[in-house]
Structure formats: structure tokens, C-alpha cells
């Protein structure tokens, strides 16, 4: 103690006199206290209300109207709410996995439904692709305000430029018979590549190189 040196040793280190018994109060890190069973408890609680919104709703269904499943209009809903609250909301997922996501869930959950409702494929003739061009307008945008993280995004990217044809493919496999937005989509999917190839540094584009292993 007559060094002023704070120690939980029972003898000084600098003076090697003994030190007196009374604990010295040592500063210490702040204990760590994780929100994982806070966020989990969330998860469950809004699962069971999923659940029960969708059992409730489907019961009704059946009990009234069994020859009109009007119910997916409500379990479609609830699960694109579920999985959202729960992936792109409460979990520390990354910015560019929950665009994916979003573009993914929204799709399906529109998908169903168009299905339901019957009539026009408005859902892959026009939504989805549109949904595909935002969802890669928005990961540029963020590239381009965080130059310095373009390579934790570089991944995502990519996958939206892969996406960016798939409207395509729908309409190649008659799933969808508008072709212009899914020409669109494929357009800009391509004029994105483009310019990632030529604005680039050498960094990125041998980064570009190493993932498509041309």
C-alpha cells in the first residue's frame, strides 16, 4: 500500500512488503449481460401468437367455408410477419442477408396469395421482378455510401445479379408470359455487373475474379 500499488497478490511487487488483508475493491470489466434469452423469449412469444392466429383462422375457415381456403390470405401474411419480426427485426443478421430475405419472404408470401386469389400472375409477371431491382438498387447504394465495407457486400451483390435473371427464367419456363419487366430486371442485373467491373478497383475486381473462378 505505501508503493499506491493496487494488486491481489498478498505481497507488494514493487516493495515485496506484505499487504494488508482487506480486500482491495479492483476495478473490473462490467459483466457481460447478453439479451439472447431476452430475444429468444420474443421469438416464442411471437411465434405462439402466429400460431395461434393461423390455427384460430383456419379452423373458422374450415368450420364455414371448407370450398374457399380464403385462410392463406391470412397465413401468408402471418408467416412473412413471423419470419421478418424474427430475421430481419430481432436478429443481428447482416443488412445484406436481410435485403436478400426480404426479396425472398416477400415474394413467397405474394406468391401464395396471387395463387389464392387466382386470376392474373401479377405476382411474377410484374411485383417480383420490380422487387428484384429495389432490393439491388439498395445494396448499390448502400456500396456506394460504404466504399471502405464493399467487400462484406460484395457476396450480396452478386446473389442479387443471380436473382436479377430469374424473372427471366420464369417467363423461359412459362411460369410468367410478361416478358418486359422481367427484361428490365435482367437489364439492369446486367448493367450492374457492368459497372462493377469497370469502376472497380483491382482489389475488388480480383475479388470478383476468385468468387466466379473465371
Known amino acids: ?32 449481460h447478453s439479451d439472447a434469452k431476452r430475444r429468444n423469449l420474443k421469438q ?9 392466429i393461423m390455427s384460430t383462422s383456419l379452423l ?24 421478418s419480426i424474427n430475421h430481419t427485426i430481432l436478429s443481428k ?4 442477408s436481410k435485403i436478400i430475405f426480404q426479396v425472398l419472404a416477400l415474394s413467397a408470401m405474394l406468391v401464395v396469395i396471387n395463387v389464392t ?19 439491388t438498387l439498395m445494396v448499390t447504394i448502400i456500396i456506394l455510401r460504404k466504399p471502405m465495407k464493399w467487400k462484406e457486400y460484395l457476396g450480396y451483390m452478386m446473389t442479387m445479379i443471380i436473382l436479377g435473371f430469374m424473372p427471366v427464367l420464369l417467363f423461359v419456363s412459362t ?12 437489364l439492369y442485373a446486367l448493367l450492374t455487373f457492368t459497372g462493377m467491373i469497370l469502376f472497380a478497383n483491382k482489389t475488388m475486381k480480383n475479388e ?7
Open 175 to 186: 411460369l410468367s408470359y410478361v416478358l418486359w419487366p422481367g427484361a428490365i430486371t435482367a
Open 208 to 214: 470478383i475474379v476468385r468468387r466466379f473462378h473465371f
Open 1 to 32: 500500500m505505501n508503493c499506491s500499488v493496487w494488486t491481489a497478490h498478498q505481497h507488494c511487487p514493487l516493495c515485496k512488503r506484505q499487504l494488508t488483508e482487506e480486500k482491495a475493491s479492483l476495478n473490473t470489466y462490467p459483466n457481460y
Open 93 to 96: 443478421a447482416h443488412i445484406g
Open 117 to 135: 386469389a387466382g386470376g392474373e400472375r401479377w405476382s411474377v409477371h410484374y411485383v417480383i421482378p420490380f422487387l428484384v431491382i429495389v432490393a
Open 60 to 83: 373458422i375457415n374450415l368450420l364455414t367455408t371448407p370450398n374457399q381456403l380464403w385462410t392463406f390470405y391470412i397465413v401468408g401474411p402471418v408467416l412473412y410477419a413471423l419470419l
Open 44 to 52: 416464442r412469444v411471437f411465434l405462439f401468437i402466429a400460431i395461434l
